[in-house]
Each structure stands twice: as structure tokens, then as C-alpha cells.
């Protein structure tokens, strides 16, 4: 498990301004966690961060270089920005833009070529979960992936596993749920490339709260957390990245 350095990334959603950025400067100056911190806040809060202990990420990016494409962002102006890390293909973008998998993949590689680590976010409805296909569902997230880059691009992302009825809902995947489908995400990938697998890192996100982080964190293939609602109070976030170690 040691090979895989502990990882939280904070997802603020289309919340914060920049009195919280503030507040995010000053109380997680100096923060000390063994686990890489990551914020993902909306693009127009980058500039604001003063980041000595934690790095600064966007939730969605453009599988485009430039050019006539209204109201994206580029991987280009997201690095100027100071941004090293992007969500790509959260369940809200897969369905509120209908984002596909393929496109995702596109994202996802898009961020690699410019030296952004994506966090890529796969993970399926209840209706799914209740007729038992979350293997299969996640598979095909997952096909979509290996489809479109190579495993040394692969290797430069990180996997976020959230079920989609654990998200916002204060229903949290039990350990033992997230660990099968972790354990599936990694048996797939070994399958493309061992050494890929061994090393890939592996978020579990939906509901993840000071109080149940550290049991999930416990689990073998879980390497961190995705955090929605908790990473918008500091000091809930800040035990948070604290659980993972
Ligand atoms: C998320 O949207 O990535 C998420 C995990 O949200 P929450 O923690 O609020 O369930």
C-alpha cells in the first residue's frame, strides 16, 4: 500500500467566493497531513489561493486546445493559473452536460499532455447497484479510459470512485462497498499493466464526513478521498486530510 502516497482533493462545486478562499489560506497554512491536499474550487477563485501546503485544482477542462469553443477553459490558461489538478467526468457533468465516457477519456488526456493530473470520477446510479451491474457499469467507464490513452498517460491520473447515490446524500458507501468495487478498478487496470495497477491511485467519494473518514481510508485499495460537502468547512476538511495516512 506504501507505494501509493494518500491523496484528498476537495471538490467545492459551484460554491466558495473568496472570503473561504481567504479562510482556506489562513487555516490550511502550515497544515500537516501525510497525504497530498488538493482544492478544487471554481476556476474564478485560482488567483486567490496562497498555497504553501496544499496544491489548487478545477472541476471541469476543455479536450480542446483553443479556438472557437465559447466558455470553455483550456489545459493552457488552467496551468497559467496555477491549477495542477482537474476533476474530469463528475457524475454532475456526465449527466447535467452529458458528458460520455469517451469525452471524459478525451479530458483526461488532454490534462496529461499538459502536466495536469486528472482525477477522474466513475461510479454508478442506484438502479445499477440494485440490479447488481456495477462491475459492468464501471467497466465500460472504465473501457472508455484505456480506449483513448496509454498506460504511461494512465499513469498519471487519479481514479475517483463515487457512487452516485452516496453523493450529497449523506449515504455513505460502507467500507466493505467501497473496498469491491476499489479491488475491481485495480484488478482491471492490472489487467492493462501490473505495475500501473500497483501505483494507481484510488478515491472513494460520496458523503465522505470527518466521522467516517478514517474507516474508509482503512481500506486496502482505497487511497483517499473526493470530498464535496465537508471540504467546504475547513476544519472538516482539515481532519479529513488528516485520516489519510
Ligand atoms: C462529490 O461531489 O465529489 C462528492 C463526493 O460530494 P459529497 O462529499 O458532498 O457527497
Not at 466558495?16 to 471554481?42: H, I, S, T, W, Y
Request: glycine fraction near 8%; charge should be negative.
Amino acid at each position: 500500500d506504501n507505494v501509493r502516497k494518500p491523496f484528498v482533493a476537495g471538490n467545492w462545486k459551484m460554491n466558495g467566493n473568496l472570503a473561504l478562499v481567504a479562510e482556506f489560506n489562513q487555516k490550511l497554512a502550515g497544515l500537516k497531513a501525510k497525504a497530498e491536499v488538493v482544492v478544487c474550487a471554481p476556476s474564478l477563485l485560482l488567483h486567490a489561493f496562497e498555497t504553501d501546503s496544499f496544491s489548487i485544482g478545477t472541476q471541469n477542462v476543455s479536450h480542446l486546445d483553443n479556438g472557437a469553443h465559447t466558455g470553455e477553459l483550456s489545459v493552457d490558461l488552467l496551468k497559467e493559473a496555477g491549477c495542477s489538478y482537474a476533476i474530469v467526468g463528475h457524475s454532475e457533468r456526465r449527466e447535467d452536460q452529458g458528458e460520455s465516457s469517451e469525452l471524459v477519456a478525451l479530458k483526461a488526456k488532454k490534462c496529461v499532455a499538459a502536466g495536469i493530473v486528472p482525477i477522474i470520477c466513475v461510479g454508478e446510479p442506484l438502479d445499477v447497484r440494485e440490479a447488481g451491474e456495477v462491475e459492468a457499469f464501471v467497466g465500460e467507464q472504465l473501457d472508455a479510459l484505456v480506449d483513448k490513452m496509454s498506460i504511461e498517460e494512465l499513469s498519471k491520473t487519479v481514479i475517483a470512485y463515487e457512487p452516485i447515490w452516496a453523493i450529497g446524500t449523506g449515504k455513505t458507501a460502507s467500507p466493505e462497498q467501497a473496498q469491491e468495487v476499489h479491488e475491481f478498478i485495480r484488478t482491471y487496470f492490472s489487467k492493462v499493466d501490473a505495475t500501473l495497477a500497483q501505483s494507481l491511485r484510488i478515491l472513494y467519494g460520496g458523503s465522505v464526513k470527518p466521522d467516517n473518514a478514517e474507516t474508509l481510508f482503512a481500506q486496502k485499495d482505497v487511497d483517499g478521498g473526493l470530498i464535496g460537502g465537508a471540504s467546504l468547512k475547513a476544519e472538516d476538511f482539515i481532519s479529513i486530510c488528516q485520516a489519510a495516512n
